[in-house]
Protein backbone atom coordinates (compact mmCIF):
# COMPACT_ATOMS: atom_id res chain seq x y z
CA UNK A 1 0.00 0.00 0.00
CA UNK A 2 1.42 3.13 -0.79
CA UNK A 3 0.79 6.94 0.47
CA UNK A 4 1.88 10.27 -0.37
CA UNK A 5 3.13 12.80 2.06
CA UNK A 6 3.15 16.67 0.88
CA UNK A 7 6.91 17.37 2.47
CA UNK A 8 6.62 20.42 5.10
CA UNK A 9 9.53 22.44 3.44
CA UNK A 10 8.73 22.54 0.17
CA UNK A 11 5.85 21.32 -0.57
CA UNK A 12 6.39 17.94 -2.80
CA UNK A 13 4.43 15.03 -2.81
CA UNK A 14 6.73 12.07 -1.81
CA UNK A 15 5.35 8.28 -2.11
CA UNK A 16 5.77 6.05 0.41
CA UNK A 17 5.90 2.22 -0.07
CA UNK A 18 4.27 -0.29 2.72
CA UNK A 19 6.45 -0.61 5.17
CA UNK A 20 8.32 2.45 4.66
CA UNK A 21 7.48 5.21 6.88
CA UNK A 22 10.57 7.71 6.69
CA UNK A 23 12.16 8.89 3.97
CA UNK A 24 13.60 11.98 2.28
CA UNK A 25 12.37 14.70 0.01
CA UNK A 26 14.18 16.04 -2.56
CA UNK A 27 14.70 19.21 -0.98
CA UNK A 28 16.82 16.66 1.40
CA UNK A 29 13.96 17.24 4.90
CA UNK A 30 12.78 14.02 5.77
CA UNK A 31 9.05 13.21 5.33
CA UNK A 32 7.46 11.15 8.05
CA UNK A 33 4.06 8.77 7.03
CA UNK A 34 1.41 8.99 8.77
CA UNK A 35 -0.55 5.98 8.32
CA UNK A 36 1.01 4.67 11.64
CA UNK A 37 0.34 7.35 14.28
CA UNK A 38 1.61 5.91 17.61
CA UNK A 39 -1.14 5.24 20.60
CA UNK A 40 1.39 5.23 23.75
CA UNK A 41 -0.25 4.82 26.70
CA UNK A 42 -3.85 2.74 25.38
CA UNK A 43 -4.45 0.24 26.93
CA UNK A 44 -7.45 -1.05 25.60
CA UNK A 45 -8.37 -4.58 25.09
CA UNK A 46 -9.53 -6.39 21.89
CA UNK A 47 -12.59 -8.16 21.74
CA UNK A 48 -11.43 -11.45 20.70
CA UNK A 49 -15.11 -12.52 19.80
CA UNK A 50 -15.17 -9.61 17.04
CA UNK A 51 -11.38 -10.47 15.56
CA UNK A 52 -12.81 -14.07 14.88
CA UNK A 53 -16.05 -12.54 13.64
CA UNK A 54 -18.00 -14.89 15.99
CA UNK A 55 -20.73 -14.86 18.99
CA UNK A 56 -19.04 -15.65 22.62
CA UNK A 57 -21.09 -18.64 22.62
CA UNK A 58 -19.40 -20.21 19.96
CA UNK A 59 -18.38 -23.61 20.38
CA UNK A 60 -14.84 -25.13 19.70
CA UNK A 61 -15.62 -26.23 15.80
CA UNK A 62 -17.13 -23.16 14.98
CA UNK A 63 -14.00 -21.05 16.51
CA UNK A 64 -11.90 -23.18 15.03
CA UNK A 65 -13.49 -22.51 11.68
CA UNK A 66 -13.78 -18.75 11.80
CA UNK A 67 -10.39 -18.80 12.89
CA UNK A 68 -9.21 -20.84 9.42
CA UNK A 69 -11.22 -18.63 7.55
CA UNK A 70 -9.84 -15.18 8.96
CA UNK A 71 -6.27 -16.90 8.71
CA UNK A 72 -7.25 -16.86 5.27
CA UNK A 73 -8.31 -13.44 4.94
CA UNK A 74 -5.54 -11.54 7.02
CA UNK A 75 -2.47 -13.54 5.83
CA UNK A 76 -0.24 -11.55 4.15
CA UNK A 77 1.22 -13.74 1.71
CA UNK A 78 -2.53 -13.20 -0.05
CA UNK A 79 -2.16 -9.43 0.65
CA UNK A 80 -3.76 -9.20 4.19
CA UNK A 81 -2.56 -7.32 6.60
CA UNK A 82 0.54 -8.87 9.28
CA UNK A 83 -0.50 -6.92 12.14
CA UNK A 84 -4.78 -8.45 11.68
CA UNK A 85 -2.96 -11.26 10.89
CA UNK A 86 -1.19 -11.84 14.37
CA UNK A 87 -4.34 -10.47 16.31
CA UNK A 88 -6.26 -13.81 14.86
CA UNK A 89 -3.61 -15.86 16.08
CA UNK A 90 -3.95 -14.69 19.52
CA UNK A 91 -7.65 -14.50 19.42
CA UNK A 92 -7.49 -18.18 18.86
CA UNK A 93 -4.81 -19.02 20.97
CA UNK A 94 -6.61 -17.72 23.52
CA UNK A 95 -10.76 -18.87 22.79
CA UNK A 96 -8.81 -22.32 21.78
CA UNK A 97 -7.88 -22.63 25.62
CA UNK A 98 -10.50 -24.00 27.14
CA UNK A 99 -9.68 -22.29 31.00
CA UNK A 100 -8.15 -19.08 28.95
CA UNK A 101 -11.19 -18.76 27.59
CA UNK A 102 -13.25 -18.65 30.81
CA UNK A 103 -10.31 -16.11 32.56
CA UNK A 104 -11.39 -14.03 29.32
CA UNK A 105 -15.00 -13.88 29.42
CA UNK A 106 -15.06 -13.47 33.21
CA UNK A 107 -12.26 -10.91 33.26
CA UNK A 108 -12.08 -9.31 29.22
CA UNK A 109 -8.81 -9.71 29.60
CA UNK A 110 -6.24 -12.47 27.80
CA UNK A 111 -4.12 -11.88 31.57
CA UNK A 112 -1.06 -12.90 29.39
CA UNK A 113 1.66 -11.12 31.94
CA UNK A 114 4.29 -11.24 29.17
CA UNK A 115 2.97 -8.18 27.23
CA UNK A 116 4.30 -5.08 27.72
CA UNK A 117 2.21 -2.09 30.14
CA UNK A 118 0.21 -1.31 26.34
CA UNK A 119 0.81 -4.12 24.63
CA UNK A 120 1.40 -1.68 21.70
CA UNK A 121 4.27 -2.09 19.27
CA UNK A 122 6.70 0.83 20.01
CA UNK A 123 7.46 3.49 17.33
CA UNK A 124 11.14 2.70 16.70
CA UNK A 125 11.48 4.76 12.95
CA UNK A 126 14.47 6.95 12.93
CA UNK A 127 16.21 5.18 15.51
CA UNK A 128 19.76 3.04 14.96
CA UNK A 129 19.34 -0.83 14.34
CA UNK A 130 20.90 -1.11 18.11
CA UNK A 131 18.54 1.28 19.52
CA UNK A 132 15.62 -0.63 17.76
CA UNK A 133 16.33 -3.48 18.32
CA UNK A 134 16.81 -2.84 22.33
CA UNK A 135 13.32 -0.91 22.66
CA UNK A 136 11.26 -3.91 20.94
CA UNK A 137 13.23 -6.28 22.77
CA UNK A 138 12.28 -4.40 25.96
CA UNK A 139 8.68 -4.42 24.87
CA UNK A 140 8.91 -8.61 24.62
CA UNK A 141 8.96 -8.73 20.56
CA UNK A 142 11.54 -10.11 18.34
CA UNK A 143 12.89 -7.67 15.85
CA UNK A 144 13.89 -8.96 12.04
CA UNK A 145 16.41 -6.84 10.14
CA UNK A 146 15.26 -5.94 6.19
CA UNK A 147 18.29 -3.94 4.52
CA UNK A 148 17.13 -1.07 2.07
CA UNK A 149 20.26 0.33 -0.01
CA UNK A 150 20.19 4.01 -0.07
CA UNK A 151 23.08 6.59 -1.50
CA UNK A 152 26.02 6.91 0.97
CA UNK A 153 25.72 10.76 1.39
CA UNK A 154 21.84 10.05 2.60
CA UNK A 155 21.24 11.42 6.52
CA UNK A 156 18.89 8.23 6.80
CA UNK A 157 22.06 5.79 6.48
CA UNK A 158 22.15 3.07 9.25
CA UNK A 159 18.49 4.29 10.49
CA UNK A 160 15.47 2.49 11.02
CA UNK A 161 12.95 4.13 8.00
CA UNK A 162 10.20 1.26 8.30
CA UNK A 163 8.69 -1.27 10.54
CA UNK A 164 5.91 -3.97 9.63
CA UNK A 165 3.39 -4.41 11.67
CA UNK A 166 3.22 -0.24 12.26
CA UNK A 167 3.49 1.64 15.61
CA UNK A 168 0.91 1.13 17.95
CA UNK A 169 -0.36 -2.34 16.56
CA UNK A 170 -1.34 -4.92 18.85
CA UNK A 171 0.86 -8.25 19.05
CA UNK A 172 0.92 -10.95 21.07
CA UNK A 173 4.42 -11.24 23.67
CA UNK A 174 7.35 -12.84 20.94
CA UNK A 175 5.86 -11.54 17.59
CA UNK A 176 8.22 -10.58 15.24
CA UNK A 177 8.29 -6.98 14.29
CA UNK A 178 10.48 -6.68 10.85
CA UNK A 179 12.54 -3.27 11.36
CA UNK A 180 13.36 -1.88 7.63
CA UNK A 181 17.23 -0.37 7.93
CA UNK A 182 18.44 1.96 5.31
CA UNK A 183 22.21 1.01 4.36
CA UNK A 184 24.31 2.81 2.29
CA UNK A 185 25.44 1.65 -1.20
CA UNK A 186 29.12 1.07 -1.96
CA UNK A 187 31.15 4.64 -1.91
CA UNK A 188 32.95 5.52 -4.62
CA UNK A 189 36.22 3.53 -3.47
CA UNK A 190 34.48 0.54 -3.51
CA UNK A 191 33.62 0.71 -7.01
CA UNK A 192 36.47 2.08 -8.19
CA UNK A 193 38.21 -0.88 -6.11
CA UNK A 194 36.33 -3.33 -7.94
CA UNK A 195 37.19 -1.59 -11.32
CA UNK A 196 40.14 -2.50 -11.29
CA UNK A 197 40.09 -5.83 -9.82
CA UNK A 198 37.75 -6.80 -13.06
CA UNK A 199 40.18 -4.94 -15.34
CA UNK A 200 43.28 -6.76 -13.54
CA UNK A 201 41.13 -9.86 -14.24
CA UNK A 202 40.45 -9.43 -17.64
CA UNK A 203 44.46 -8.80 -18.53
CA UNK A 204 45.19 -11.79 -16.71
CA UNK A 205 42.90 -13.65 -19.34
CA UNK A 206 44.57 -11.51 -22.27
CA UNK A 207 47.90 -12.16 -21.34
CA UNK A 208 47.51 -15.89 -21.02
CA UNK A 209 45.79 -16.23 -23.98
CA UNK A 210 48.29 -13.99 -25.55
CA UNK A 211 51.37 -16.45 -24.49
CA UNK A 212 49.38 -19.67 -25.30
CA UNK A 213 48.17 -18.82 -28.98
CA UNK A 214 50.31 -19.39 -32.35
CA UNK A 215 51.40 -15.81 -32.13
CA UNK A 216 51.98 -14.98 -28.59
CA UNK A 217 55.96 -14.91 -29.38
CA UNK A 218 55.69 -12.31 -31.69
CA UNK A 219 53.44 -10.21 -28.87
CA UNK A 220 56.03 -10.52 -25.99
CA UNK A 221 56.93 -6.97 -26.50
CA UNK A 222 52.94 -5.94 -25.91
CA UNK A 223 52.75 -7.92 -22.65
CA UNK A 224 55.39 -5.62 -20.93
CA UNK A 225 53.63 -4.10 -17.60
CA UNK A 226 51.97 -1.08 -18.40
CA UNK A 227 50.87 1.60 -16.15
CA UNK A 228 47.46 0.14 -16.08
CA UNK A 229 45.58 -2.35 -13.81
CA UNK A 230 44.82 -4.06 -16.56
CA UNK A 231 48.56 -3.99 -18.55
CA UNK A 232 49.48 -5.43 -15.39
CA UNK A 233 47.39 -8.37 -15.73
CA UNK A 234 48.25 -8.67 -19.08
CA UNK A 235 51.93 -9.46 -17.72
CA UNK A 236 51.00 -11.66 -14.67
CA UNK A 237 48.87 -14.00 -17.60
CA UNK A 238 51.77 -13.61 -19.76
CA UNK A 239 53.99 -15.30 -17.69
CA UNK A 240 51.74 -17.69 -16.60
CA UNK A 241 50.97 -18.85 -20.13
CA UNK A 242 54.62 -19.35 -20.70
CA UNK A 243 54.98 -21.28 -17.12
CA UNK A 244 51.80 -23.53 -18.43
CA UNK A 245 53.49 -24.21 -22.35
CA UNK A 246 57.01 -24.88 -21.02
CA UNK A 247 55.64 -27.49 -18.79
CA UNK A 248 53.39 -28.87 -21.11
CA UNK A 249 56.31 -29.50 -23.25
CA UNK A 250 58.35 -30.65 -21.16
CA UNK A 251 56.06 -33.17 -20.25
CA UNK A 252 55.37 -34.05 -24.20
CA UNK A 253 59.65 -34.62 -24.32
CA UNK A 254 59.61 -36.78 -20.84
CA UNK A 255 56.55 -38.91 -22.09
CA UNK A 256 58.67 -39.35 -26.02
CA UNK A 257 61.88 -40.18 -24.55
CA UNK A 258 60.20 -42.80 -21.69
CA UNK A 259 58.89 -44.37 -25.50
CA UNK A 260 61.45 -44.35 -27.00
CA UNK A 261 63.55 -45.89 -24.56
CA UNK A 262 60.93 -48.62 -24.11
CA UNK A 263 61.43 -49.47 -28.07
CA UNK A 264 65.21 -49.78 -27.51
CA UNK A 265 64.60 -51.99 -24.87
CA UNK A 266 62.14 -54.06 -26.85
CA UNK A 267 65.06 -54.09 -29.29
CA UNK A 268 67.40 -55.18 -27.37
CA UNK A 269 65.51 -57.87 -26.09
CA UNK A 270 64.42 -59.42 -29.54
CA UNK A 271 68.01 -59.14 -30.74
CA UNK A 272 69.11 -61.42 -28.13
CA UNK A 273 66.36 -63.67 -28.14
CA UNK A 274 67.29 -64.15 -32.12
CA UNK A 275 70.83 -63.97 -31.42
CA UNK A 276 70.51 -67.30 -29.13
CA UNK A 277 69.70 -69.32 -32.01
CA UNK A 278 71.91 -67.40 -35.16
CA UNK A 279 74.01 -65.14 -33.22
CA UNK A 280 74.93 -63.14 -36.72
CA UNK A 281 71.03 -62.46 -37.47
CA UNK A 282 70.87 -61.06 -34.09
CA UNK A 283 73.77 -58.38 -34.17
CA UNK A 284 72.57 -57.06 -37.55
CA UNK A 285 68.64 -57.00 -36.41
CA UNK A 286 70.02 -55.15 -33.57
CA UNK A 287 72.53 -52.43 -35.80
CA UNK A 288 69.64 -52.20 -38.11
CA UNK A 289 66.91 -51.39 -35.41
CA UNK A 290 69.37 -48.54 -33.68
CA UNK A 291 70.26 -47.25 -36.54
CA UNK A 292 66.32 -47.21 -38.00
CA UNK A 293 65.54 -46.13 -34.62
CA UNK A 294 68.25 -43.07 -34.09
CA UNK A 295 67.12 -41.43 -37.45
CA UNK A 296 63.69 -41.33 -36.29
CA UNK A 297 64.26 -39.90 -33.06
CA UNK A 298 66.74 -37.59 -34.60
CA UNK A 299 64.09 -36.33 -37.22
CA UNK A 300 61.21 -35.94 -34.90
CA UNK A 301 63.32 -33.58 -32.70
CA UNK A 302 63.88 -31.71 -35.86
CA UNK A 303 60.48 -31.77 -36.56
CA UNK A 304 59.00 -30.62 -32.83
CA UNK A 305 61.97 -27.48 -32.71
CA UNK A 306 60.42 -26.56 -35.94
CA UNK A 307 56.33 -26.88 -34.23
CA UNK A 308 57.74 -24.78 -31.42
CA UNK A 309 58.98 -21.95 -33.67
CA UNK A 310 55.63 -21.56 -35.02
CA UNK A 311 53.90 -21.14 -31.79
CA UNK A 312 52.38 -25.03 -31.27
CA UNK A 313 52.34 -26.24 -27.30
CA UNK A 314 53.70 -29.99 -28.45
Known amino acids: MAETVTCAACGAEV???????????????EVRSRRHPREAGSDTEIDLYKVLGIDRGATEAEIRDAYRRRARETHPDVGGDAAEFQAVQAAYETLSDPSRRRSYDRTGRTGDRRRGPSG?????VGMSPVEASRTLLTAGYVPRLMLRP?????PLANRVIGQQPGPGAGLPPGAPVAIVVAVAEAGALWARVRELTRDFAQGVLDGFAAATSRSGRTRRIELDAGDTSRDRGRAVGAVAGSVTVGAVRTAGCLVRTVVWLAVTAAITVASFVIGLFRPALGIAVFV???????LLVTRGYRLQRERWRSGDWV
Open 120 to 124: NVPDV
Open 15 to 29: VLEDPILLATCACGA
Open 288 to 294: IAIVVLT
Open 150 to 154: VSGSS
